[in-house]
């Protein structure tokens, strides 16, 4: 099960740091990886590049700073991704978007980028 972080509360960040959790600030790593891939097949790597970075971590994760996950060109389910994720590692990730009536919300429908998931279509936890 994966646990969403859906505050921005410092006690949260404070309690999860002292629970030996590492945090894992993605974008940078993930860019680096990608940026080797020809652009025409980069898409299908994603997923399979997160999975390395997060493996190559020992012990308990903080995943922040994962947002060029929902670019449209990738079609990640990042929800699923996540998920997956928690399968391999214990994890917690920081919701970088907002928790509107049980729904996983990132960016706003006027974007691109915008994403909406129902949290009961997933085996996560979100803690407010």
């Not at 002292?18 to 990608?34: P, Y």
């Not at 980069?42 to 308990?60: H, L, N, T, Y």
């Not at 449209?72 to 997956?84: A, C, T």
């Not at 009536?101 to 006027?110: C, E, I, K, R, S």
Request: with cysteine.
């Amino acid at each position: 099960m994966a646990i969403v972080l859906c505050s921005s509360e410092p006690r949260l960040k404070k309690i999860i740091a002292e629970a030996g959790f590492k945090e894992l600030s993605l974008n940078k790593i993930l860019a680096e990886a990608l940026v080797k891939k020809d652009t025409a097949i980069r898409p299908q790597f994603v997923a399979d590049e997160v999975m390395k970075i997060v493996s190559s971590i020992q012990g308990p994760i903080f995943l922040t700073d994962y947002e060029m996950l929902f670019d449209p060109r990738y079609s990640i389910d990042v929800i699923r991704l996540f998920y997956e994720l928690s399968r391999r590692a214990k994890i917690v990730i920081k919701w970088c978007g907002t928790l509107d009536d049980n729904h996983l919300v990132y960016a706003t429908p006027a974007y691109s980028d915008f994403h909406s998931y129902n949290i009961h279509d997933y085996d996560i936890t979100c803690v407010i």
